[in-house]
């Protein structure tokens, strides 16, 4: 298969298909992280997890 001048064989364009949906998983694992560990669901750092 060839993309934009460049040979790229199926299994590498599947692996960066997911590239993304990988970070945002690894991101939404932190987040979840930082609010198991919160206490106080009114503070400023509770409030901006969600910005």
Do not use: G, H, P
Request: charged fraction near 40%; charge should be negative; glycine fraction near 0%.
């Amino acid at each position: 298969m060839k993309i934009a001048d460049k040979e790229i064989n199926i299994l590498d364009e599947t692996k960066t298909a997911f590239d993304s949906i990988i970070e945002y998983q690894k991101r939404l694992d932190k987040i979840n992280k930082e609010i198991s560990e919160i206490s106080d669901a009114q503070s400023e750092e509770y409030l901006q997890l969600f910005d």
